[in-house]
T-cell receptor, first 111, second 115 residues
Framework: GDSVTQMEGPVTLSEEAFLTINCTYT??????LFWYVQYPGEGLQLLLK?????DKGSNKGFEATYRKETTSFHLEKGSVQVSDSAVYFC??????????FGTGTRLQVTL | DGGITQSPKYLFRKEGQNVTLSCEQN?????MYWYRQDPGQGLRLIYY???????QKGDIAEGYSVSREKKESFPLTVTSAQKNPTAFYLC??????????????FGPGTRLTVL
């Protein structure tokens, strides 16, 4: 079945550092891929998505490229801010529009 | 503003009681979903509905029930049969088109605590 594997957290960075959160997936066919962000006590917000191989999703300085050859969708940001502190979830859209989520990666950004 | 609302934000229940969580959307979406989130885990799908008056079990449906009598509403009942109901519950909706561009949008969640 479908599965998503994310790097374990927490990830602790200083402000303005470069961020990478790894995500790899297993799926049949050609799923769409998503990154969602969850701030403390809140629901999930869509951060970015990509629907086909080599697509790059981007939003708020974050970006991720759909790499079919390595079955990956790593999240990157060139310069993180304290306000980026949150839990980040990678997900894929498999059959019947059902999302499969990774376990989430907590990011903590310090001054 | 269009969006998904969930109520209440916090809910406390005594053991042995059923409780219903509300989810409403005004996005004109056909599909709606319920997820459960536990600490250190990803979201797990409880039930989903792609059209009014129809719904399917997700990966962890035991101890839960749903209804979909209106397009805008998808309430979730946590029954006394659910052995470990304390969790954060998230509702989502999407167009349900099944296309590659279909995207799920989430409500703010309800935190259920069993006392």
């Amino acid at each position: 079945g479908d599965s998503v594997t994310q790097m374990e957290g927490p990830v602790t960075l200083s402000e303005e550092a470069f961020l990478t959160i790894n995500c790899t997936y297993t799926a049949t066919g050609y799923p769409s891929l998503f990154w969602y962000v969850q701030y403390p006590g809140e629901g999930l917000q869509l951060l970015l998505k990509a629907t086909k191989a080599d697509d790059k999703g981007s939003n708020k300085g974050f970006e991720a490229t759909y790499r079919k050859e390595t079955t990956s969708f790593h999240l990157e940001k060139g310069s993180v801010q304290v306000s980026d502190s949150a839990v980040y979830f990678c997900a894929l859209d498999g059959t019947a529009s059902k999302l499969t989520f990774g376990t989430g990666t907590r990011l903590q950004v310090t001054l | 503003d269009g969006g998904i609302t969930q109520s209440p934000k916090y809910l406390f229940r005594k053991e042995g009681q059923n409780v219903t969580l509300s989810c409403e959307q005004n996005l004109n979406h056909d599909a709606m979903y319920w997820y459960r989130q536990d600490p250190g885990q990803g979201l797990r799908l409880i039930y989903y509905s792609q059209i009014v008056n129809d719904f399917q079990k997700g990966d962890i449906a035991e101890g839960y029930s749903v209804s979909r009598e209106k397009k805008e509403s998808f309430p979730l009942t946590v029954t006394s049969a659910q052995k470990n109901p304390t969790a954060f519950y998230l509702c989502a909706s999407s167009m349900g088109s099944g296309s590659a561009t279909d995207t799920q949008y989430f409500g703010p969640g309800t935190r259920l605590t069993v006392l």
